[in-house]
């Protein structure tokens, strides 16, 4: 099958996720500890059906947040969405996504990309498409909960280029990117064990 245009895909992407904005925010997916003047914080997201949910096994494994994945786990990074949760450090939304870009196109210079806005309903969210030369596509979504949190998100997602459950999983995805929301994470500590 040859290969979908990048633009195609952002433009679908772009069209699901002003239908998904009044998404429901589901759930605690992962946490993270008070880091400096970064509260703790915590990142729920509803999650679309079929789909599994872990911060603590397979997203550990890798070095990850979290990860939604379908079916049994394979090792393999098509079809699984990551979450990926760091400090603040860069001084814009945009500036994170220049500095994904250019890390990407260090490693694949034949790469296509488009870039576009999520329409989120509680915090500025940008996404890119990456058409690889390898014919492995990648969309990724980043979002700024704002200076108070001391954090930015991502989602990503990798898939074949001619996969034919394309439509569905950026469907999902998307699903997942405007569904996510921060909270200042007020939980009480674990109780300690005697």
Not at 38 to 47: C, G, H, R, S
Not at 142 to 153: H, N, V
Not at 156 to 180: E, G, I
Request: glycine fraction near 6%.
């Amino acid at each position: 099958m040859r290969r979908r245009a990048a633009g195609w895909v952002a433009l679908a992407l772009a069209a699901f996720a002003a239908s998904a904005a009044a998404g429901t925010s589901g759930d605690v997916l992962a946490r993270g500890a008070r880091d400096g003047d970064a509260p703790a914080w915590a990142i729920a997201v509803a999650t679309p059906a079929g789909w599994t949910r872990d911060c603590c096994t397979y997203a550990r494994a890798i070095g990850v947040d979290a990860v939604l994945y379908q079916g049994e786990w394979s090792g393999k990074p098509q079809r699984v969405m990551v979450l990926n949760v760091w400090p603040r450090t860069l001084p814009t939304l945009d500036a994170e996504l220049d500095a994904d870009r250019r890390r990407y196109l260090q490693r694949d210079p034949a790469a296509k990309l488009r870039s576009f806005a999520i329409p989120h309903a509680a915090m500025p969210c940008r996404a890119t498409v990456y058409q690889g030369s390898d014919h492995v596509d990648d969309v990724v979504a980043f979002c700024d909960p704002g200076q108070a949190s001391g954090i930015r998100l991502s989602w990503s997602m990798s898939f074949d280029d001619d996969d034919p459950a394309m439509r569905p999983l950026l469907d999902d995805f998307m699903r997942v990117a405007v569904a996510t929301r921060y909270r200042r994470d007020i939980s009480p500590p674990a109780a300690k064990r005697r």
